[in-house]
């Protein structure tokens, strides 16, 4: 079993920053890939940054230029370093991560942790 655990999330005023972290633990052979989605009130939830199993780094059209992801290999830590933050990007953010376990491969997802951007 694999579980991801995201923390940093919280109240900010726009323009303002945060940092998110994504700790992933168990039993773990390699990680392909992670990344970042996020889910607002009433919307589907959308891809925000991921690293891809090929070596890059893929960010949405929105947050690009403001929101930078980061990773710590030896922790199976990823980061998402949120500037200029906006209302619109208030949502619940995820992790995700594509997992090869001893058992085979296996997406998983974190519990999720809140932004909220608002004055």
């Known amino acids: 079993q694999v579980q991801l655990v995201e923390s940093g999330g919280g109240l900010v005023q726009p323009g303002g920053s945060l940092r998110l972290s994504c700790a992933a633990s168990?039993?773990?052979?390699?990680?392909?890939?992670m990344g970042w989605y996020r889910q607002a009130p009433g919307k589907e939830r959308e891809l925000v940054a991921a690293?891809?199993?090929?070596?890059?780094?893929n960010y949405a059209d929105s947050v690009k230029g403001r929101f930078t992801m980061s990773r710590d290999n030896a922790k199976n830590t990823v980061y998402l370093q949120m500037n200029s933050l906006k209302p619109e990007d208030t949502a619940v953010y995820y992790c995700?991560?594509?997992?090869?376990?001893?058992?085979?491969?296996?997406?998983?997802w974190g519990q999720g942790t809140q932004v909220t951007v608002s004055s």
């Open positions: 995700n991560a594509d997992v090869r376990t001893y058992r085979g491969i296996y997406y998983y």
């Open positions: 690293f891809t199993s090929g070596g890059s780094t």
């Open positions: 168990g039993s773990i052979v390699s990680i392909n890939a």
